[in-house]
């Protein structure tokens, strides 16, 4: 089947991308476009300014048009903010019958009343997740059919965002004009573009550092056990540098990325380090201590923050593979050593796999997202058998359906 091309859009904090790729064998995607526009009107992954978001994304779009020498009139975008929460829902019904067999239809019903869960009307179900499943008092069975049980019980993971605020991202791309054909978690994309199937099934948590948002995503046992989005990320420790050391923030985003460290170095903190740039005049010098100090901090301080999420599910002992850092704040030198160090696990950097085309979109951890959601869209496009037939989701946040 010749299927067309797909392309994904990341509203960033930092920087709006698109990204066009095509559909190889075996799930594989080569991206063939990328286009990239520093971000304006955005704040922690939401919009507060339509127009200027809007003309960073037209910029973008064109970029990517261009590169990939193709028209785009169709995206995928992944939903990020800390609006995102998720909770799990527990649905149960009992099994009639002499033998007591659970069949297909049983488990779409328990399905459902799982799903059935009452949220304000300002919130929107993201995506229904299925954990395991209960048989009278036999917990974690995987699949129930062609098994006897009186009770059938299923745990839902269920993700729900802010209706307005992914309504306002919808209709920003659709200004463009283009068709938005699905919205996923943005955690679970990037947990799509860098973990491998043996990852899932021993448990690892995929934490993905943005601009403005931190996404995270963990399976246990194969199934996704926990996923949500808080509003920080590697702004704050570059507003942090800029405020400590009296630099802009375009020189305090440099200063990060060739001079930060998550962990005090001793040895080095006298060692002094030239603040050339705009605002600063020449020959002022601070000491590498004083910045990795503002550093180590805050980055200390946002994984801690995950790790109190997911405290709260006693899931650390079942990340058997450990944590994947993602996203351009995972560039922060020695970042994954700070995170062993608070989560008491294995880290690696994360780089997204099964994708071909631009080699810094597969080196580069702050590709993940996009790289994932092309994966994501394959295989919803591969699904369909062609480039439409989604939006069941979309039709709900607009009013459609």
Do not use: W
Request: hydrophobic letters at 40%; a negative charge; glycine letters at 12%.
């Amino acid at each position: 089947m010749d299927l067309p091309p797909i392309a994904a859009v990341e509203v960033g904090t930092s920087r709006i991308r698109v990204m066009v790729g095509e559909i190889q064998d075996e799930d594989h995607v080569q991206v063939i476009g990328l286009g990239e526009c520093p971000s304006r009107g955005i704040r922690k992954g939401e919009i507060i300014d339509f127009d200027a978001a809007l003309s960073c994304l037209k910029i973008a779009l064109d970029q990517a048009e261009k590169n990939a020498d193709a028209e785009i009139k169709q995206v995928f975008i992944p939903v990020t903010g800390g609006h995102i929460q998720s909770v799990i829902n527990r649905g149960s019904i009992p099994i009639q019958g002499a033998d007591r067999e659970i069949l297909p239809e049983h488990v779409d019903d328990v399905q459902e009343i799982a799903k059935a869960i009452t949220l304000p009307p300002d919130r929107e179900i993201i995506h229904s997740i299925c954990q395991h499943y209960f048989l009278d008092d036999q917990e974690g069975v995987v699949n129930p059919i062609g098994m006897e049980a009186s009770k059938l019980t299923v745990d839902m993971l269920i993700v729900h965002g802010s209706h307005a605020r992914m309504r306002n991202l919808i209709k920003l791309v659709k200004s463009v004009p283009l068709e938005v054909q699905d919205t996923p978690l943005a955690g679970l994309c990037a947990a799509l573009a860098v973990l491998v199937p043996e990852e899932k099934e021993n448990g690892a948590l995929v934490i993905d550092i943005g601009g403005g948002t931190i996404d995270y995503l963990g399976y246990a046992d194969g199934m996704i056990a926990v996923a949500g989005s808080l509003a920080v990320g590697g702004d704050h420790l570059t507003n942090d540098i800029a405020r400590g050391l009296g630099v802009s923030f375009t020189n305090a985003e440099r200063i990060k990325e060739h001079s930060g460290s998550a962990i005090l170095n001793l040895a080095d903190r006298s060692r002094k380090l030239e603040l050339a740039g705009d605002s600063v005049p020449d020959g002022r010098v601070v000491r590498l201590g004083d910045l990795h100090t503002i550093t180590s901090l805050r980055a200390e301080e946002l994984l801690t923050m995950v790790r109190a999420f997911i405290d709260q599910g006693d899931l650390i002992r079942r990340f058997g593979a450990g944590i994947v850092l993602t996203g351009g704040g995972a560039r922060l030198d020695r970042l994954d050593e700070l995170a062993e160090k608070i989560f008491g696990l294995n880290c690696r950097v994360g780089k997204s796999r099964d994708i071909s085309g631009l080699a810094t979109v597969s080196n580069q951890p702050e590709y993940a997202t996009l790289t994932g959601l092309l994966r994501y869209a394959a295989r919803q496009t591969r699904r369909s058998g062609t480039s439409g037939g989604f939006g069941g989701l979309i039709k709900r946040i607009l009013g459609g359906g």
